[in-house]
């Protein structure tokens, strides 16, 4: 749920479709406790209530854009057009092209107007909410430390996913060693 305070944070997205892909950003701002508010409007179905409800969260005191689109995706593109804050395009999954449809509408913009472009789908999402957390934390060190407790936050989960796999009793690299050391005759090893 966004916060009471005013968003710092604008999670726009081109249809209430993409939604379940642009929670994954609601969250991660959230943990942040970083104020946002999330929008839906279209580059295409909507083009001049996008270009109004932009000036309009900007004048609000959003200082960044987090902007996810699918398909044709143009809304970061439209809305890094009529503001200068920076925008983070994420590109939806899905449709007949997976999504790499919109990862290149959304990265290939013209020079002067740039969109900073995350991956495909909620991993995309995920990191847009980084990318906006790290933008505000250089002029906020409570953000900056909280960014460093997330950090080792995710070195933990990588040494637990580790000891989990390598006391599981499944095959190591070392066991794959020996067992081909054994295969090849002595001569060849
Ligand atoms: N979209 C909406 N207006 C312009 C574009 N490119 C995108 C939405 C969504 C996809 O079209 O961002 O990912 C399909 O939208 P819907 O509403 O048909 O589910």
Known sequence: MPSDSKPV?????????????????????ERFQVPYVTRVTSAHRAARRTHELTAELERGGVRIFVVGAG???????????VTTRPVIG??????????????????????????ATMAIGKHGAKNAAILAVEILALEDPTLRDRLLAYREELERSVEEGDREVSESGEVTSEDVSDAISKLTPEGER
Do not use: N, R
């Open 71 to 81: 398909l044709a995706a143009h809304l970061a593109g439209a809305v890094a057009g």
């Open 9 to 29: 944070v604008a999670i726009l997205m081109g249809s209430h479709s993409d939604h379940p892909t642009m929670e994954e950003t609601e969250k991660l701002l």
């Open 90 to 115: 994420v590109p939806m999954a899905g449709g007949s092209l997976q999504g790499v449809d919109a990862l290149y509408s959304t990265v290939q913009m013209p020079s002067g107007i740039p969109v």
